[in-house]
């Protein structure tokens, strides 16, 4: 016994050992059986209306589905980007459309063809997931910037944003309350998103569009739009009715408590206005120029990974099962968001708020996905920023952003 | 193994037999854990078994992704760890200690930083993601359009003697097609809701079989007629086809995407195709640039501005930072060693408290009390003025620098409290006789004397905030804004954030860019703390 070579006994060890491990080829390969399995990337509010969505499809195909749960920002999209071409990232992917530009131009997405579903959804929530002629997505949700009303403090509807700030001032010498109006605002980074409805009504858009809505990379908020949107912020800044260290707690907050009567914000405030009891109306945006104001509309949509482990499936999954009604309610039902699907909006019975938001998306834009837009948020949030603290002339500020996002983008 | 020295009688191994006074007993005594069956051997045995196990997993598992290289190393590094650990050799002793280190070292720090400097010579980012074979078929598809006023198709997926083939229902005829034949009528197929359910000559998939043949499924292109403009069925999800037509097709032998109107889109050099125009269609994919990216860290045009003025402020950052924690740690330090001072470890307790709260939570919190105009030491400490503490390029400096004096101070108090308590209390005595002042005894014993217990510490703590991160980007976020530059970079952005905003944010992922100013940073920080170092072994001689 004591003679027994130990390496005979080592090798017998790691032989027996190394044996118990499965053989790992089935796990990669995968499909050898069934029909096998698709992993879809969303949030938790996106999983329990997936879970039931997923139940019909896994009943009809006997494909199994994985969820993995992860809130959608700039890093799960670079991630996915860098992942998708291993093969390592999940089949489909929720994500905002205006990411659709990074990753069509990475080549990590393929286009799902809606066929007739199409016509259910809102032209809105239809151009937003095309990008380049060709269509990516499956739209869920609409959201964009509207005007809430706290009905306790005033009713008054008014027909301009000069005309808002005067009955917001008017209600500050009578009732005491601290603003005349709240948004959300950065001191860092500048907020243009919430003040793009502003922006519009001066007729300054910031890209150029095609007659089929799509984006150019032509840069049009330069001009006498621009400049004349730009001293309206100095206006707003040097009245002190807005203010760039508001950050998104201060507004809500003051909002809640009845410090103002009018806030521009989204449908994800709903939730805690409700929550709060409060009185509210949905309204458009006021026009501070001549012309209609347009928020940005953020549409949220299922795109699928172009190196998915099971294409098929995920087409399937994307084009036959996500595109229902039942499935565009269920999502509306879980996560609150207006939904993308016009069929879903009109069954939406007992939720005046909601549905006023999806009426107003209509009159929105589509917030542009081109690739170019990356360069534009930084320069014109913290140039905004400049006008209303007052840091310079706004025309030449504004003119020097122009140049700076141009510079940028050639 | 290992026969010739092997005991006689196994007694003496197992170390029982303490009167041995034989020659080669003690040696072998001293031997004994790895001889024979003991349990230390039985240990050993073990976790060396389930190390194979897991090796030899990981070498299937990367044998059946394709992972070459890991391959490789995976057989390199486990034939190694078994030699070392079973051959009876002496001279594999101290292996057996390092070969632990040795391979964590390899994958954690010399495989990281490699991949980095790979990474620094290419064009990996945004558009440059992936191989070219993936952008050629991404572009294939992307650029096939649907005919325009064609229909959906409800197709069946067929197994025919020649491969797989589509069958749809028309005008209630059965047409089948494949990839060499254009849809053409069917007798005898039956049809049910609309879809085909059987087909003679050839056999139904089945959905999971359809799944399973996939890869094939999605180079299938069914011509809908004789005629190329009626375009080809291609179906991605198994059920429903829809007539497209290609647009941009890979002409192999040029090298080239070829549009339908006879543009052509080379290959430019630059991981792109490109048309006459100059116009690259994205995406392209990842080629090596050589020295480009560190040109553009140096060209004034496109990041040398920035990259100087940044570095300039990354180095005062790091020392100003170490500087005051040191200094103001070492002063209170000092006050709190004087035994004479009553509850002093009331202030110790104290003193210590920044540094007992998580740092991401009170860097928030520092940014919510300096807010300008809703901030608690602008409303309420300086009654209601508006000092732009965080949107001045200057005060954003110097707010940065008093919350890191802040955040790092409790540490280096902690540090110097114990170091001054090492310095012999016999040294200061004997100075005092020699007629020292404090000043002098300051100067020539504390400073000294601490500075070769603490001083390895303080590069540490350069390095640390060379790349804090954390501090700038919770704080500031690099800002504000230069609103002249054309590159974003911000007034308070070190070199790490200012990566951070190439690679990651304002959607425009340079990653090739990203890690050659990572290279750079390793090179600085490496040199800075080399040369310290030195500075700090010759204090260490003089005590």
Same mark, same amino acid.
């Given at each position: 016994?004591?003679?027994?070579?130990?390496?005979?006994?080592?090798?017998?060890?790691?032989?027996?050992?190394?044996?118990?491990?499965?053989?790992?080829?089935?796990? #990669? *390969?995968? /499909?050898?059986?069934?029909?096998?399995?698709?992993?879809?990337? @969303?949030?938790? =509010? +996106?999983?329990? $209306?997936?879970?039931?969505?997923?139940?019909?499809?896994?009943?009809?195909?006997?494909?199994?589905?994985?969820?993995?749960?992860?809130?959608?920002?700039?890093?799960?999209?670079?991630?996915?980007?860098?992942?998708?071409?291993?093969?390592?990232?999940?089949?489909?992917?929720?994500?905002?459309?205006?990411?659709?530009?990074?990753?069509?131009?990475?080549?990590?997405?393929?286009?799902?063809?809606?066929?007739?579903?199409?016509?259910?959804?809102?032209?809105?929530?239809?151009?937003?997931?095309?990008?380049?002629?060709?269509?990516?997505?499956?739209?869920?949700?609409?959201?964009? #910037? *509207?005007? /809430?009303?706290?009905?306790?403090?005033?009713?008054?509807?008014? @027909?301009?944003? =000069? +005309?808002?700030? $005067?009955?917001?001032?008017?209600?500050?010498?009578?009732q005491g309350i601290e603003y005349p109006f709240t948004v959300s605002q950065s001191a860092e980074a500048g907020d243009p998103y919430h003040l793009y409805a502003l922006q519009t009504s001066f007729g300054a858009e910031v890209f150029e569009r095609t007659e089929e809505g799509e984006y150019t990379g032509t840069l049009t908020m330069g001009g006498a739009d621009g400049h004349a949107?730009?001293?309206?912020?100095?206006?707003?800044?040097?009245?002190?009715?807005?203010?760039?260290?508001?950050?998104?707690?201060?507004?809500?907050?003051?909002?809640?408590?009845?410090?103002?009567?009018?806030?521009?914000?989204?449908?994800?405030?709903?939730?805690?206005?409700?929550? @709060?009891?409060? =009185?509210?109306?949905?309204?458009?945006?006021?026009?501070?120029?001549?012309?209609?104001?347009?928020?940005?509309?953020?549409?949220?949509?299922?795109?699928?990974?172009?190196?998915?482990?099971?294409?098929?499936?995920?087409?399937?999954?994307?084009?036959?099962?996500?595109?229902?009604?039942?499935?565009?309610?269920?999502?509306?039902?879980?996560?609150?968001?207006?939904?993308?699907?016009?069929?879903?909006?009109?069954?939406?019975?007992?939720?005046?708020?909601?549905?006023?938001?999806?009426?107003?998306?209509?009159?929105?834009?589509?917030?542009?996905?081109?690739?170019?837009?990356?360069?534009?948020?930084?320069?014109?949030?913290?140039?905004e920023n400049a006008v209303v603290d007052g840091r310079g002339d706004p025309v030449q500020l504004w003119d020097r952003m122009i140049d700076n996002i141009e510079g940028q983008i050639s | 193994m290992s026969t010739s020295t092997t005991t006689r009688d196994g007694t003496a191994a197992a170390g029982t037999t303490g009167g041995d006074t034989g020659p080669g007993a003690p040696r072998e005594r001293r031997h004994a854990h790895s001889r024979g069956f003991g349990p230390g051997f039985v240990v050993k045995l073990v976790l060396m078994a389930l190390i194979n196990a897991i090796g030899l997993f990981g070498i299937l598992a990367a044998w059946a992704a394709g992972s070459w290289g890991i391959l490789v190393f995976l057989v390199a590094a486990l034939l190694a760890a078994d030699l070392v650990y079973f051959l009876p050799a002496r001279k594999l002793l101290p292996a057996k200690y390092l070969f632990p280190g040795l391979v964590f070292l390899l994958v954690f720090q010399v495989f990281v930083l490699v991949y980095t400097a790979a990474t620094a010579f290419t064009n990996y980012g945004d558009g440059h993601n992936a191989t070219k074979d993936a952008a050629i078929t991404q572009l294939t598809t992307t650029y096939e359009q649907r005919v325009e006023g064609s229909e959906a198709y409800a197709v069946t997926v067929l197994e025919g003697p020649d491969g797989l083939a589509l069958a749809a229902v028309q005008d209630d005829r059965v047409l089948v097609g494949a990839a060499d034949r254009p849809l053409a009528p069917l007798e005898g197929a039956a049809v049910t809701d609309g879809r085909v359910v059987e087909a003679p000559g050839y056999e139904v998939l089945s959905y999971g079989e359809v799944v399973?043949?996939?890869?094939?499924?999605?180079?299938?292109?069914?011509?809908?007629?004789?005629?190329?403009?009626?375009?080809?069925?291609?179906?991605?999800?198994?059920?429903?086809?829809?007539?497209?037509?290609?647009?941009?097709?890979?002409?192999?032998?040029?090298?080239?995407?070829?549009?339908?109107?006879?543009?052509?889109?080379?290959?430019?050099?630059?991981?792109?195709?490109?048309?006459?125009?100059?116009?690259?269609?994205?995406?392209?994919?990842?080629?090596?640039v050589g020295l480009d990216n560190f040109g553009a860290i140096f060209d004034p045009a496109v990041l040398g501005g920035p990259f100087v003025a940044v570095t300039l402020w990354t180095f005062a950052f790091a020392v100003l930072s170490v500087a005051l924690t040191f200094f103001l740690g070492l002063l209170l330090a000092i006050l709190f060693n004087d035994e004479k001072l009553r509850f002093r470890n009331v202030y110790r307790a104290i003193v210590f408290l920044p540094y007992a709260f998580p740092a991401f939570l009170s860097i928030l919190i520092w940014a919510g009390l300096l807010n300008t105009d809703f901030g608690f030491v602008n409303e309420v400490l300086l009654g209601g003025t508006g000092v732009p503490w965080l949107e001045n390029p200057w005060l954003a400096k110097l707010s940065l620098l008093l919350v890191n004096l802040w955040l790092g101070f409790p540490y280096m108090f902690l540090v110097t409290?114990?170091?001054?308590?090492?310095?012999?209390?016999?040294?200061?005595?004997?100075?005092?006789?020699?007629?020292?002042?404090?000043?002098?005894?300051?100067?020539?014993?504390?400073?000294?004397?601490?500075?070769?217990?603490?001083?390895?510490?303080?590069?540490?703590?350069?390095?640390?905030?060379?790349?804090?991160?954390?501090?700038?980007?919770?704080?500031?976020?690099?800002?504000?804004?230069?609103?002249?530059?054309?590159?974003?970079?911000?007034?308070?952005?070190?070199?790490?954030?200012?990566?951070?905003?190439?690679?990651?944010?304002?959607?425009?992922?340079?990653?090739?860019?990203?890690?050659?100013?990572?290279?750079?940073?390793?090179?600085?920080?490496?040199?800075?703390?080399?040369?310290?170092?030195?500075?700090?072994?010759?204090?260490?001689?003089?005590?």
């Amino acid at each position: 016994m004591k003679r027994i070579p130990r390496t005979a006994v080592a090798a017998a060890a790691v032989l027996l050992l190394a044996g118990c491990s499965s053989a790992p080829t089935a796990g #990669v *390969a995968g /499909l050898a059986g069934g029909p096998g399995s698709i992993r879809i990337q @969303a949030g938790d =509010d +996106e999983i329990p $209306a997936l879970r039931e969505i997923a139940a019909d499809f896994t009943a009809d195909s006997g494909v199994e589905v994985e969820f993995v749960q992860r809130e959608v920002n700039a890093q799960a999209i670079s991630n996915f980007i860098s992942q998708s071409p291993t093969g390592q990232a999940p089949d489909i992917i929720v994500s905002p459309h205006d990411n659709l530009g990074q990753l069509a131009s990475n080549g990590v997405v393929v286009p799902v063809e809606l066929g007739e579903r199409a016509g259910d959804f809102s032209a809105n929530a239809r151009d937003a997931v095309v990008y380049d002629g060709v269509s990516y997505g499956v739209p869920y949700a609409i959201e964009n #910037v *509207a005007l /809430l009303r706290n009905n306790a403090l005033t009713t008054e509807d008014p @027909a301009s944003f =000069d +005309e808002l700030r $005067a009955v917001g001032h008017r209600l500050m010498d009578e009732q005491g309350i601290e603003y005349p109006f709240t948004v959300s605002q950065s001191a860092e980074a500048g907020d243009p998103y919430h003040l793009y409805a502003l922006q519009t009504s001066f007729g300054a858009e910031v890209f150029e569009r095609t007659e089929e809505g799509e984006y150019t990379g032509t840069l049009t908020m330069g001009g006498a739009d621009g400049h004349a949107f730009a001293r309206y912020l100095q206006d707003l800044g040097e009245t002190g009715d807005l203010r760039t260290s508001m950050s998104p707690d201060i507004a809500k907050e003051s909002f809640l408590t009845g410090e103002s009567a009018f806030h521009l914000g989204g449908p994800w405030e709903l939730t805690d206005v409700e929550a @709060a009891g409060m =009185d509210v109306s949905v309204l458009p945006v006021p026009p501070a120029g001549d012309e209609q104001s347009r928020p940005f509309v953020g549409v949220q949509a299922f795109f699928v990974n172009a190196h998915a482990a099971n294409p098929v499936a995920a087409q399937d999954f994307a084009a036959n099962y996500l595109t229902r009604p039942e499935a565009q309610t269920a999502l509306y039902e879980s996560t609150g968001r207006p939904p993308a699907s016009q069929v879903a909006v009109d069954r939406m019975q007992g939720d005046p708020l909601r549905s006023a938001y999806a009426r107003i998306a209509e009159s929105g834009l589509p917030m542009p996905a081109i690739p170019e837009m990356g360069a534009v948020w930084s320069f014109w949030g913290t140039t905004e920023n400049a006008v209303v603290d007052g840091r310079g002339d706004p025309v030449q500020l504004w003119d020097r952003m122009i140049d700076n996002i141009e510079g940028q983008i050639s | 193994m290992s026969t010739s020295t092997t005991t006689r009688d196994g007694t003496a191994a197992a170390g029982t037999t303490g009167g041995d006074t034989g020659p080669g007993a003690p040696r072998e005594r001293r031997h004994a854990h790895s001889r024979g069956f003991g349990p230390g051997f039985v240990v050993k045995l073990v976790l060396m078994a389930l190390i194979n196990a897991i090796g030899l997993f990981g070498i299937l598992a990367a044998w059946a992704a394709g992972s070459w290289g890991i391959l490789v190393f995976l057989v390199a590094a486990l034939l190694a760890a078994d030699l070392v650990y079973f051959l009876p050799a002496r001279k594999l002793l101290p292996a057996k200690y390092l070969f632990p280190g040795l391979v964590f070292l390899l994958v954690f720090q010399v495989f990281v930083l490699v991949y980095t400097a790979a990474t620094a010579f290419t064009n990996y980012g945004d558009g440059h993601n992936a191989t070219k074979d993936a952008a050629i078929t991404q572009l294939t598809t992307t650029y096939e359009q649907r005919v325009e006023g064609s229909e959906a198709y409800a197709v069946t997926v067929l197994e025919g003697p020649d491969g797989l083939a589509l069958a749809a229902v028309q005008d209630d005829r059965v047409l089948v097609g494949a990839a060499d034949r254009p849809l053409a009528p069917l007798e005898g197929a039956a049809v049910t809701d609309g879809r085909v359910v059987e087909a003679p000559g050839y056999e139904v998939l089945s959905y999971g079989e359809v799944v399973g043949a996939q890869d094939e499924l999605g180079e299938l292109r069914v011509p809908v007629s004789g005629q190329a403009e009626d375009g080809a069925l291609r179906t991605d999800d198994g059920r429903t086809a829809y007539a497209y037509e290609p647009t941009l097709t890979y002409d192999e032998a040029a090298d080239a995407m070829v549009a339908a109107d006879g543009t052509v889109y080379a290959d430019n050099g630059e991981g792109a195709f490109a048309g006459p125009d100059g116009e690259a269609l994205r995406p392209g994919w990842r080629v090596f640039v050589g020295l480009d990216n560190f040109g553009a860290i140096f060209d004034p045009a496109v990041l040398g501005g920035p990259f100087v003025a940044v570095t300039l402020w990354t180095f005062a950052f790091a020392v100003l930072s170490v500087a005051l924690t040191f200094f103001l740690g070492l002063l209170l330090a000092i006050l709190f060693n004087d035994e004479k001072l009553r509850f002093r470890n009331v202030y110790r307790a104290i003193v210590f408290l920044p540094y007992a709260f998580p740092a991401f939570l009170s860097i928030l919190i520092w940014a919510g009390l300096l807010n300008t105009d809703f901030g608690f030491v602008n409303e309420v400490l300086l009654g209601g003025t508006g000092v732009p503490w965080l949107e001045n390029p200057w005060l954003a400096k110097l707010s940065l620098l008093l919350v890191n004096l802040w955040l790092g101070f409790p540490y280096m108090f902690l540090v110097t409290t114990g170091a001054l308590q090492a310095i012999p209390g016999e040294l200061y005595e004997s100075a005092e006789m020699d007629g020292a002042g404090p000043v002098r005894q300051f100067g020539s014993i504390t400073l000294p004397m601490l500075m070769v217990a603490v001083g390895p510490l303080l590069i540490a703590s350069f390095a640390m905030n060379f790349n804090n991160f954390n501090v700038i980007y919770l704080l500031t976020g690099g800002g504000p804004q230069d609103l002249e530059s054309t590159t974003g970079v911000g007034a308070t952005d070190i070199l790490i954030s200012f990566v951070y905003k190439i690679a990651f944010a304002g959607g425009t992922n340079d990653y090739g860019l990203a890690s050659a100013l990572s290279i750079l940073i390793f090179i600085m920080v490496a040199v800075v703390s080399a040369l310290t170092f030195r500075r700090s072994k010759a204090l260490e001689e003089i005590s």
